[in-house]
């Protein structure tokens, strides 16, 4: 489900929380849009950041990736901000609070906001890879204990779709030699996301859907139908 197991021998657990034991800092990175997608929060009665697990944790040379989709609370020293790279630090002593219990509560996973953010937004994590981001989703099914009915494929499916080369946007990422940068679109996204003439035009607003399809071409796009040659001109 995640990579914690290779991080839990920094880790102790006491009670329900798991306490960082190890001799050098701790940092777990995430992105500042969780503040704005209410992924990272404060709990005052509690006094804790409480912030979605899926975060990069860095120790010494180690570093693994965490997909956990689920609201944490912990208890770091210190936390910093990278304007530049837009993560937040959050920085780890030893004896600090790592996750403040370890008990989840499904119904506090919100898996609307999870799945508006990645798919539909396409806010794109930069220490996740292509590889990871299916399995924010099965993750999340799993944690929340909610059957959508939908199979890992699925999600490989959608992502597989919505990754794009970061040089070319009209190139799906699948389609390189996944040795470059990726780019997450907008499932919204009129200019990226229809593929056909139709699509772009009847699904969106009609001004809009027509200049994207007179000047974006799309060269994997099945050739135009006559219907959509006439939408055309």
Do not use: W
Request: positive net charge; charged residues 30%.
């Amino acid at each position: 489900m995640s990579k914690l197991k290779s991080i839990m021998k920094y880790l102790k657990k006491e009670d329900n929380k798991l306490i960082y034991i190890g001799d050098k800092e701790m940092i777990v990175s995430i992105p500042t849009f969780f503040e704005d997608r209410n992924f990272l929060t404060m709990d005052h009665e509690k006094d804790c950041l409480v912030f979605l697990g899926i975060c990069k944790i860095e120790i010494g040379d180690e570093s693994n990736v965490l997909i956990f989709p689920a609201m944490i609370g912990s208890k770091p020293d210190t936390i910093e901000i990278d304007k530049n790279k837009e993560l937040f630090y959050l920085k780890y002593k030893k004896g600090d609070i790592f996750i403040n219990d370890t008990f989840i509560i499904r119904n506090s996973i919100d898996l609307s906001s999870i799945f508006m953010t990645f798919a539909v937004l396409g806010k794109k994590i930069p220490y996740l890879s292509y590889e990871d981001l299916p399995i924010i989703m099965d993750n999340m099914t799993i944690l929340s204990g909610v059957n959508l009915r939908s199979r890992r494929a699925c999600y490989e499916l959608l992502f597989g779709e919505l990754a794009r080369s970061k040089k070319d946007l009209k190139l799906r990422y699948r389609n390189t030699d996944m040795k470059g940068d990726y780019q997450l679109v907008s499932m919204r996204n009129i200019v990226y996301g229809p593929k056909s003439v139709s699509a772009k035009i009847l699904g969106n607003y009609f001004n809009d859907g027509l200049v994207s399809s007179l000047l974006v071409d799309d060269t994997t796009a099945k050739k135009s139908s006559i219907i959509e040659t006439y939408l055309k001109t």
